[in-house]
């Protein structure tokens, strides 16, 4: 017994000891526990602030965040917020601990260091599960998908669709239906409802992924559409795959769609003109498109006419008409456009050739096209009439981009004037595409960076064929076939154009004929990677050769016989370098490199003195520009370059003829003196590399980053010039905008600044030469032109000016956007709010010292705040955003009568020290604000009844439903 009660004793010695000795090694560790603390802090910090700026540069691409990251910000953000009162606290605690009695001091100390330990241990564990995200925070964006894009339908009073609709629907819905098809009439509308099932349907599955089929099947293109949707099938999500224009069996296993009993979470909706192929695919549910009713084919056309009230002579015809379409929409659409707003005869005339069509017109209608014809026949522009043609060279349901279209019109001088510049060239095309797809002969088809897109459907691009088929001027298109290997015959060579873009063609053969009429040769989006030396031997009057998106290594020599090119597109051939030979092509006016392996222009470029375009953009080998050759380029309009090195003196040659230039240089300082940017219509000047992406609506922007602004006057006047202006990671800058009020600056229209972390204001005005600035300054106010303010990561951003005021004025700002700038006190004074008369937009995030967002008076004004008590002042702003804004009070910290006659939207989240809105009234119609059933009168009202509570916690509990977002459609009475 004494030695189990020894033992223990024994036991209980060492673990009192063992914690003595625990407690002894927190006091005499304290301070190297607090310093280790402070280092663990500043450590957090500075990865936080990494992690952060692989945020903010995936966000302006476009790309989708990693889940966990913004969770492991806003906690890393609580922990060092805690880390640092805790701090504070010890230091504070410093200086009481002396002036109290020792054993009170060693209690203190012992639980700051051992707080202290703990407290490094969590900022440690933070670290650990941040180190991935200093690589890797994001995943590349998904591009639009086609329910971003389509345009809903108006099917009131058309009952047939909309009956047809409500079947499809209903189909889907049905858990013992997996496959559903509909079947009608090429241009009855089957693709219309399928985008309009999809459209009603989107929130209804995870995803929805539309496939354009057509009757050249591509397998492979389809397993690429449909890959992700049948990882998320297998994974038991609801998908629906929509498969349109199916014209024959589809094995569903061979172009990798999962169905059946082992996948019932896929839905699949077929569209085909045969039943046939629907009941091959074995549809459970086949619905069957009808033509529409005569009164509903009347009112669509009446809608499309735009006319209902009619003279009877005319009705009589227009009736006529539409039985001629046989309720088919796509014919109602087309005709009835063609004839809008035409003379009586032009209608009768129209309908004697849908009843008796003429020889030409038969095979037309045989074909049942002749509606589409007479669309067609009736466009009034004959440039339009020439792009129509064109865009039938291109892919069925291929789309087809505007710039392209343009350069191959151009190059083919259908605007009869050869000499016609490029600006004027886009501009008539443009009015070409609108009234083409106005007339239903073309349809939208998306949008790229910079340019829009639009495709056909295929009964159009069946009739353009019909047209180009015949006559003296033909077409041989055989694009997106999958052809492998090109063998033309004798007869083609009568064919004026041909096109074989977008197969699988790996090299052309030289057949030794002759295309003595052939003006266009499209063999783009192949797999070419060898031309023989003559092949190009028997097409002397060739204009427009489009060879772009090959593997072509080397030029033929028979090129330099095609002295009569004037569009030539070698883009995209990365192995391609010696472009010498293009010397010979003298009439050449659209020369395009981009993305090839060349390393310099070789003095041969300057002998097209032709040369309206010339495209050497992201050719990451370019080095060097021969000196001469662009001062013989005097018609230059357009010019694209982008260089690895800094010899830029070439741009001193360029002429007056230039319009547009896109330049990517290493440094800013490598435009050389003397170059005078101020003349141009439109540039994009990037210093260091930039991905493309979208800009805001401006012709002129600079876009500069990671790097020292240097206040020179050529960086000034470059700013001066531009309409955008994007900073980006910019050390040693004070203030953006330096000395700007001592120049011209009423261009700008778009200010964004990201991460410059010196900034302590956006224009520093107090250092105005008062004696130059009385010269008329009042008359061009700066920033008089801005439209949209963008602000981020702006560490020491306290102001966004300096006094005086009276040289400010926002009149054309729309909208303003600041995020992440802790140190910003307020944002507007009053008396700059009250010229923001175009201001729709406020959104402010994650400013941590923002007390105000529109300030009651103006230091150095004369003004005083009792003369605005009274003032009534009307905000046009229709969307507010407050969010994580700790020290916000309110939204205006005065008592004048505020009116936001267009306020709709309104988000106040995270904004805890939020009492009031205003001091004053503020009337704000179109939203109602109540609580638990009771109505308030007004937003400040709402908001001191619940002064108890955080502005957030206000809003869950209120009748605003959508994710604390105050909004005019949800919250009436």
């Known amino acids: 017994m004494t030695e189990v009660v020894s033992a223990l004793v024994g036991k209980v010695v060492d673990y009192l000891c063992g914690a003595a000795k625990t407690e002894i090694t927190y006091l005499w560790n304290y301070s190297e526990n607090v310093k280790n603390l402070k280092n663990e802090i500043e450590k957090l910090s500075s990865m936080k602030g990494r992690v952060q700026q692989h945020i903010e540069l995936a966000t302006s691409k476009g790309e989708c965040i990693l889940k966990g990251v913004e969770e492991w910000i806003k906690k890393v953000d609580a922990e060092i917020s805690d880390a640092t009162e805790f701090i504070a606290k010890e230091a504070e605690a410093k200086k009481t601990c002396l002036k109290l009695p020792f054993c009170v001091n060693l209690s203190t100390i012992l639980q700051f260091s051992k707080t202290a330990t703990k407290r490094t241990s969590y900022l440690q564990q933070h670290q650990r599960y941040g180190k ?291 600006q004027g060239a886009k501009y008539r095309v443009q009015l070409a595409v609108d009234s083409l797809k106005s007339s239903f002969l073309l349809l939208p088809g998306g949008e790229t960076e910079d340019e829009e897109l639009f495709k056909m459907h295929d009964l159009v691009r069946d009739m353009a064929r019909l047209v180009t088929s015949k006559g003296d001027y033909k077409f041989w298109v055989e694009s997106g076939r999958g052809l492998k290997k090109w063998q033309p015959k004798k007869y083609l060579e009568s064919y004026n154009k041909i096109s074989l873009m977008g197969n699988r063609i790996c090299e052309l053969h030289d057949h030794g004929l002759v295309f003595s009429h052939l003006d266009t040769f499209l063999i783009q989006d192949n797999h070419m990677f060898s031309l023989p030396d003559e092949f190009f031997q028997g097409m002397e009057k060739l204009k427009v050769l489009d060879m772009s998106c090959n593997r072509i290594p080397y030029l033929p020599q028979s090129l330099k016989k095609l002295t009569l090119l004037r569009m030539l597109d070698l883009s995209g051939n990365e192995s391609l370098n010696e472009i010498s030979i293009l010397g010979k092509l003298t009439c050449l006016g659209i020369l395009k490199l981009r993305k090839t392996r060349v390393t310099n222009i070789p003095k041969e470029i300057g002998e097209l003195t032709n040369l309206r375009l010339l495209d050497v953009y992201l050719c990451e080998s370019l080095t060097y520009v021969t000196p001469g050759v662009i001062s013989k380029l005097n018609k230059l309009e357009e010019l694209y370059v982008g260089l690895s090195k800094r010899d830029c003196n070439f741009l001193l040659e360029l002429n007056e003829s230039l319009k547009v230039l896109h330049l990517n240089v290493p440094e800013l300082l490598c435009i050389p003196e003397g170059f005078h940017f101020e003349t141009l219509m439109g540039f994009l000047i990037e210093e260091g590399y930039f991905e493309n992406k979208p800009i805001y609506d401006c012709k002129r922007v600079l876009r500069l980053t990671e790097s020292i602004l240097p206040l020179t006057m050529r960086v000034t006047k470059l700013i001066q010039a531009s309409e955008c202006l994007i900073l980006c990671y910019i050390k040693d800058l004070n203030n953006v905008l330096p000395y700007l009020y001592l120049e011209d600056c009423d261009k700008l229209k778009y200010i964004e600044v990201t991460a410059c972390h010196d900034v302590r204001s956006l224009v520093k005005t107090c250092d105005m030469d008062v004696t130059h600035t009385s010269d008329g300054l009042g008359e061009n106010k700066v920033f008089s032109q801005v439209e949209y303010i963008l602000l981020d990561d702006l560490n020491r951003l306290e102001l966004l000016w300096d006094r005086p005021l009276q040289y400010i004025y926002f009149c054309n700002l729309t909208s303003i956007t600041i995020w992440r700038c802790p140190s910003l006190l307020n944002l507007f004074p009053l008396s700059i709010a009250q010229g923001l008369v175009n201001l729709r937009d406020i959104d402010i995030d994650n400013c941590k010292s923002l007390l105000v967002v529109i300030s009651k008076g103006d230091e150095g004004t004369t003004r005083s705040e009792t003369e605005l008590v009274d003032t009534n002042i009307v905000f046009p702003l229709t969307n507010i955003k407050l969010l994580n804004l700790p020290k916000l009070e309110s939204f205006y910290s005065g008592h004048s009568i505020i009116k936001y006659p267009y306020l709709e939207n309104m988000m106040v989240i995270d904004c805890p020290n939020m009492k009031r809105w205003s001091y004053g009234e503020n009337h704000i119609p179109n939203i109602r604000f109540k609580h638990e059933g009771r109505p308030h009168s007004n937003i400040n009202e709402y908001i001191n009844d619940h002064k108890s509570m955080d502005v957030n916690t206000i809003i869950r509990k209120g009748s605003f439903t959508n994710k604390d977002l105050f909004r005019a459609d949800q919250v009436g009475d």
């Open 132 to 422: 991935d995200f200093e690589t890797c925070v994001s995943l590349p964006a998904p591009t639009p998908g086609f329910l971003d894009l389509y345009r809903r339908k108006s099917l009131e009073n058309i009952d047939t669709q909309k009956s047809t609709l409500k079947k499809i629907i209903e189909a889907i819905k049905d858990d013992k239906i997996q496959i559903v098809g509909i079947n009608g009439l090429g241009g009855v509308g089957k693709t219309t409802l399928a985008s309009e099932v999809a459209a009603e349907m989107k929130n209804e599955f995870a995803e929805i992924v539309f496939v354009t089929v057509s009757q050249n099947v591509d397998a492979e293109m389809i397993k690429q559409k449909v890959l992700v949707a049948a990882k998320r099938i297998i994974n038991g999500e609801k998908v629906l795959i929509i498969l349109d224009d199916v014209w024959e069996e589809l094995k569903l296993e061979e172009v990798g769609i999962p169905f059946g009993s082992d996948n019932k979470s896929c839905k699949i909706l077929v569209t085909s003109r045969s039943k046939d192929v629907c009941e091959a695919m074995n549809v459970q549910k086949n619905v069957s498109v009808s033509p529409l009713q005569d009164e509903e084919a009347w009112t669509l056309f009446e809608r499309v006419v735009g006319k209902s009230e009619w003279d009877s002579t005319l009705e009589e015809v227009a009736l006529n008409i539409v039985k001629e379409c046989g309720g088919l929409p796509l014919f109602i659409q087309a005709v009835g456009k063609a004839l809008r707003n035409k003379e009586y005869k032009t209608w009768e005339a129209a309908l004697d050739r849908l009843q008796d069509p003429t020889d030409e017109d038969a095979l037309f209608k045989r074909n049942g096209i002749m509606q589409l014809k007479l669309s067609y026949d009736y466009l009034e522009s004959e440039v339009a009439r020439s792009c129509f043609l064109l865009c039938s060279m291109f892919p069925e349901d291929g789309t087809i981009g505007f710039k392209r279209l343009t350069y191959y019109c151009l190059g083919l001088g259908i605007f009869n004037n050869h000499d016609g510049d490029i």
